[in-house]
């Protein structure tokens, strides 16, 4: 199983990669649908359980799809 702060830090440490062009969804009540998006440009640091825009601190858990240059690297399963 891949969780998103492997594929995030994937995306950080991995020459030729980087987070600037990741759009990472994730939960957010409130938001239409409860869903808000982000840009990996406005990530400002991966911590160990959240990573930090300059908004907000977002835990992993939340995410919900991590894509990169339009590809999907990582998508929850919801089973409804």
Do not use: C, Q
């Not at 649908?33 to 992993?60: C, H, Q, W």
Request: net charge positive; glycine share 8%; aromatic share 10%.
């Amino acid at each position: 199983m891949v969780y998103p702060r492997e594929v995030l830090n994937r995306l950080r440490w991995t020459e030729g990669l980087g987070l600037e062009d990741a759009v990472i969804t994730y939960l957010h009540r409130g938001a239409p649908g409860d869903l808000m998006a982000v840009k990996g440009s406005n990530i400002m640091e991966l911590e160990r359980s959240f990573f930090v825009t300059v908004d907000s601190k977002v835990p992993y858990h939340r995410i919900r799809k991590i894509e990169y240059r339009g590809k999907v690297l990582y998508e929850e399963i919801t089973e409804k």
